[in-house]
């Protein structure tokens, strides 16, 4: 009997995922299925992507999506998202198209608080093109573009974002799926600009120049280590060395963009 | 009869283990067939053991194992 979540929302030309072997996309695109599934909104979902291996999600789910071009994916959304105010908009992009690319898309949709949900799965590295260092990956790492070790700091895109004005950020790791469905339900339901940051293990290229493993278990657990889930960010004790994970920064005091904009025209 | 079942599809398969690493009761375990793309593919072992915690169905990238709670209908 097949797995009733990949009949349903997997394209039938898709059922065979390109991903590498052990990579976490596919765990990502599950636990969206299945938070879609149980919260019952199929039709009322428009997917948009960027450029990479993270952007292939949408093409291969069973949902409307737009797959546009590299970094302009929160760009395309937000067009979308102001012409129909009444879907729930997601965009599927990666650390490099996010961060990288599409920098100051990212910045501006998250300062407009527009009513995006914005899935960034991260995994330290550029893994389509071939492993050169992206701006999430860690300082230190040998990658194909800093063969004696990465000489520029990592982005932490939870700050970046939240300082942008991004009003719900989480983060997670593949290796919990079901807090992952859970902020992503969350992140869905959420009025105003919210983002889920996912760490996803690349065996490929992650696995064999940062982080010296390419077991996906092995890496999975050394994303879920790097961090301590918190309720808030506040007193978080960098010091440990551990990056803050779990649900913890959520305010509702600002209007999102598409009612201040409806707030505008009645006001004309 | 067992409480829950567990199926292996293995059409799909890419055998990245996590299933097995995964398995809090080692319901999982390694086997000599291979899957269409010629990778390794896991095999249900002990059955009656699956607490039905669906870590393996949630954690495989592939949707190749579904998991059947209250026994096998």
């Given at each position: 009997?097949?797995?009733?979540?990949?009949?349903?929302?997997?394209?039938?030309?898709?059922?065979?995922?390109?991903?590498?072997?052990?990579?976490?996309?596919?765990?990502v695109?599950?636990?969206?299925?299945?938070?879609?599934?149980?919260?019952?909104?199929?039709?009322?979902v428009?997917?948009?992507?960027?450029?990479?291996?993270?952007?292939?999600?949408?093409?291969?789910?069973?949902?409307?999506?737009?797959?546009?071009?590299?970094?302009?994916?929160?760009?395309?959304?937000?067009?979308?998202?102001?012409?129909?105010p009444?879907?729930k908009?997601?965009?599927?992009?990666?650390?490099?198209?996010?961060?990288?690319?599409?920098?100051?898309?990212?910045?501006?949709?998250?300062?407009?608080?527009?009513?995006?949900?914005?899935?960034?799965?991260?995994?330290?590295?550029?893994?389509?093109?071939?492993?050169?260092a992206?701006?999430?990956?860690?300082?230190g790492?040998?990658?194909?573009?800093?063969?004696?070790?990465?000489?520029?700091?990592?982005?932490?895109?939870?700050?970046?974002?939240?300082?942008?004005?991004?009003?719900?950020?989480?983060?997670?790791?593949?290796?919990?799926?079901?807090?992952?469905?859970?902020?992503?339900?969350?992140?869905?339901?959420?009025?105003?600009?919210?983002?889920?940051?996912?760490?996803?293990?690349?065996?490929?290229?992650?696995?064999?120049?940062?982080?010296?493993?390419?077991?996906?278990?092995n890496?999975?657990?050394?994303?879920?280590?790097?961090g301590?889930?918190?309720?808030?960010?506040?007193?978080?004790?960098?010091?440990?060395?551990?990056?803050?994970h779990?649900?913890?920064?959520?305010?509702?005091?600002?209007?999102?963009?598409?009612?201040?904009?409806?707030?505008?025209?009645?006001?004309? | 009869?067992?409480?829950?079942?567990?199926?292996?599809?293995p059409?799909?398969?890419?055998g990245?283990?996590?299933?097995i690493?995964?398995?809090?009761?080692?319901v999982?375990?390694?086997?000599?067939?291979?899957?269409?793309?010629g990778?390794?593919?896991?095999?249900?072992?002990?059955?009656?053991?699956?607490?039905?915690?669906?870590?393996?169905?949630?954690?495989?990238?592939?949707?190749?194992?579904?998991?059947?709670?209250?026994?096998?209908?």
């Amino acid at each position: 009997m097949p797995n009733m979540i990949r009949e349903k929302y997997v394209r039938p030309y898709a059922q065979k995922y390109i991903f590498c072997p052990g990579c976490g996309h596919g765990i990502v695109q599950q636990a969206f299925a299945r938070t879609i599934d149980r919260m019952g909104i199929k039709e009322d979902v428009g997917l948009v992507s960027g450029i990479g291996c993270s952007s292939y999600i949408p093409v291969f789910s069973n949902f409307d999506a737009i797959h546009s071009i590299h970094g302009r994916a929160l760009a395309v959304a937000t067009g979308l998202k102001l012409a129909r105010p009444d879907k729930k908009v997601v965009v599927f992009t990666g650390d490099g198209d996010c961060t990288a690319i599409g920098g100051n898309h990212l910045i501006h949709a998250a300062r407009r608080n527009i009513d995006l949900t914005v899935v960034m799965l991260n995994n330290n590295i550029y893994g389509m093109t071939g492993g050169q260092a992206a701006p999430t990956t860690p300082l230190g790492s040998t990658t194909k573009t800093s063969p004696h070790g990465n000489i520029e700091p990592t982005f932490d895109v939870a700050k970046l974002i939240i300082a942008a004005g991004a009003t719900k950020v989480s983060r997670w790791t593949v290796a919990q799926p079901n807090q992952l469905e859970k902020a992503i339900e969350a992140a869905i339901n959420h009025k105003g600009f919210s983002f889920v940051e996912v760490y996803s293990p690349c065996p490929v290229q992650a696995g064999r120049n940062i982080l010296g493993d390419s077991n996906p278990w092995n890496m999975m657990q050394m994303y879920k280590d790097q961090g301590k889930v918190v309720k808030t960010l506040e007193n978080f004790d960098y010091s440990e060395g551990k990056m803050p994970h779990g649900d913890f920064y959520h305010v509702t005091d600002r209007v999102d963009y598409s009612t201040a904009l409806q707030n505008m025209k009645e006001k004309l | 009869m067992a409480k829950n079942n567990v199926i292996i599809e293995p059409k799909f398969c890419k055998g990245c283990m996590i299933c097995i690493a995964a398995c809090p009761k080692d319901v999982i375990g390694t086997s000599d067939v291979r899957s269409t793309s010629g990778h390794l593919v896991p095999q249900v072992l002990n059955v009656d053991a699956c607490i039905g915690c669906m870590l393996c169905e949630k954690l495989c990238p592939d949707t190749c194992i579904e998991v059947q709670k209250g026994g096998a209908k």
